[in-house]
């Protein structure tokens, strides 16, 4: 069993697909598919069962993930303790945040962070922020850029960037359906106002406290992952959305879209960096904990 075994597993694992596993990891394959049998071979035991069309996890292949992981983060650590003594710290960070955070925090974090540790990898994933922890959590991705939840898991670290309101967009040509007074809302004025809400994360739960201290259920005319999408679909004039205000100025749609002055307002959004604890010994995701740190101090 080698090193590079475990990381085609795990991409695998990842993706569930042999063809895009391959690709991932910038191999054929049939090379993919060779190593996970002779890693199944080592192990006396099926690590997934495939066919034509699907590709699972068997119960010996989940209970193999934890090991596989653990094993890749010890050489980790190993490996960067020793370069770290020599203080020539390389290798590879994976970074998960939004399209919007992507080019609102990432350049003024990183650039400096570049310069001084230019032999480290940034690998740079974006999706909805309602996903980052749980991938974080997974092992999917080392940090992750995030808004805080009212109860972060015990075993994240959790560093601020910044704040936003979130706020009450709408179509700025107007519609009928849109309240008159937003800054007295009633039942009557939202019940029959489309709504176009994220479809889990922070803002949606904000939105349905907001209601039902209305007393009403939303008219959901569209869930989405991701705010940006939100943005997209209010300026086509489908609905009212609520979104953090930071994508909202980071959009290029922010001219067809006016902030309803809703009262009561939402929470604001505490937005920040999140890593699993355990990985905070690592000196590479130390290093750049470490830069936040002096940012911010």
């Not at 309240?179 to 994220?198: F, K, N």
């Not at 992952?225 to 100025?249: H, K, Y």
Request: overall charge neutral.
């Amino acid at each position: 069993m080698d090193l590079r075994s475990l990381n085609h597993f795990l991409r695998l694992v990842e993706l569930l697909h042999f063809g895009r596993a391959s690709n991932a990891c910038h191999i054929s394959p049939s090379t993919l598919s060779r190593s996970i049998r002779q890693l199944e071979e080592s192990l006396g035991a099926a690590l997934f069962e495939r066919d034509n069309r699907h590709v699972v996890l068997t119960p010996q292949g989940r209970r193999f993930v934890d090991y596989a992981r653990e094993t890749l983060e010890q050489w980790e650590l190993i490996r960067n303790a020793l370069m770290e003594e020599s203080d020539a710290l390389s290798g590879e960070i994976s970074i998960y945040c939004s399209v919007t955070a992507s080019y609102s925090f990432l350049y003024e974090l990183l650039s400096d962070f570049r310069r001084r540790h230019p032999r480290i990898e940034l690998k740079l994933h974006t999706g909805d922020p309602a996903d980052s922890m749980a991938r974080v959590l997974a092992g999917d991705e080392d940090i992750a850029i995030t808004p805080r939840p009212r109860r972060p898991p015990e075993n994240l670290a959790f560093k601020s960037l910044t704040t936003s309101p979130l706020v009450f967009i709408a179509p700025r040509d107007g519609a009928d359906w849109q309240p008159r007074h937003p800054e007295e809302p009633t039942a009557e004025q939202w019940s029959s106002v489309p709504m176009i809400l994220s479809e889990t994360g922070l803002s949606r739960e904000y939105s349905d406290t907001w209601f039902r201290a209305l007393g009403i259920t939303p008219h959901i005319y569209a869930q989405v992952a991701g705010n940006e999408a939100i943005v997209s679909m209010v300026g086509l004039g489908f609905g009212i959305g609520v979104v953090p205000r930071i994508v909202l100025d980071n959009s290029p749609l922010a001219n067809r879209i006016r902030v309803l002055p809703v009262k009561p307002e939402l929470p604001y959004y505490d937005v920040g960096l999140c890593v699993a604890k355990r990985r905070l010994k690592n000196p590479l995701i130390r290093a750049l904990w470490a830069e936040v740190h002096n940012r911010s101090a």
